[in-house]
């Protein structure tokens, strides 16, 4: 799963995976900005057939938080 | 002041006279259309009353196929670069946007800092009354957007989409 999120990551902020560490997050990716931000939302989405709630949309900042809530949501 | 407005409406007006003197356009009442020479269109295409169709300054082109129709109250801003699939068609007050504030400049300045990312619509696409297709949105071909939906990202050919942010219709 990690590596679908990375892949989608960087393809979304159009930066390389290799840039997508486990520490990515909002205050360290220069390209995620609110725009952006939704974009990866329904990317993930698609990819995983999960809905995020508002809340959760608000909260998907960092790499980690989107695998946690991913795998909550019984993403595989 | 007055007539900094005056020169402003009459430069509005030339641009309308170019766009229908150039192309195959139905061009209704009130329309507006912004820098002309940056936008093209195709055959027998409709701007119905009120549309806003702002090209770009940027060096991208606005380019818009054949047979499309923008309903009414729709604005087309177009500078980070806009093309829209022959045989599209927009329902009333539809926005579709190429530009959006990038919200970690100070904001409080006289012109607003903006970012940009093209957008793309396929052909055969029914865009609903008011939705908003916003910046870096691709569309495939005869996709379905329903009406007030608010469109992000890259979708493939015939999806249906609805709400905020829209969702496939599965």
């Not at chain 1, 990690?2 to 997050?25: C, H, N």
């Not at chain 1, 999960?50 to 998907?60: A, G, S, Y």
């Not at chain 2, 195709?42 to 770009?56: E, N």
């Not at chain 2, 569309?139 to 939906?149: D, F, K, Q």
Request: hydrophobic share 40%.
């Amino acid at each position: 799963m990690e590596d679908r999120v990375r892949r989608i990551m960087a393809s979304v902020f159009g930066v390389d995976m290799a840039q997508i560490g486990v520490e990515a997050s909002a205050q360290t990716v220069e390209q995620w900005d609110s725009l952006r931000h939704m974009n990866l939302v329904v990317a993930l989405e698609e990819e995983f057939g999960v809905r995020f709630t508002d809340q959760q949309i608000d909260e998907l900042l960092s790499f980690r938080l989107i695998v946690l809530t991913l795998k909550e949501l019984g993403a595989k | 002041m007055i007539l900094k407005n005056l020169r402003h409406r009459l430069r509005l007006l030339r641009q309308l006279w170019l766009l229908a003197w150039r192309y195959d356009v139905l061009v209704e009442k009130g329309v507006t259309v912004k820098y002309v020479d940056t936008v093209s269109f195709g055959r027998r295409c409709t701007l119905q009353s009120g549309v806003y169709v702002y090209g770009s300054r940027r060096g991208n082109r606005v380019q818009v196929g054949d047979f499309v129709a923008i309903g009414a109250g729709g604005m087309l801003l177009g500078e980070g670069g806009l093309s829209i699939g022959d045989y599209t068609h927009f329902g009333p007050r539809v926005v579709v946007t190429t530009q959006y504030g990038d919200a970690e400049s100070d904001m409080c300045q006289e012109e607003a800092v903006l970012k940009y990312a093209p957008v793309k619509l396929g052909r055969g696409c029914w865009i609903g009354a008011g939705a908003v297709i916003m910046p870096g949105t691709v569309l495939g071909e005869r996709c379905i957007v329903a009406p007030n939906s608010v469109v992000y990202g890259s979708w493939g050919d015939r999806t249906s989409l609805s709400g905020n942010p829209a969702r496939r219709q599965r």
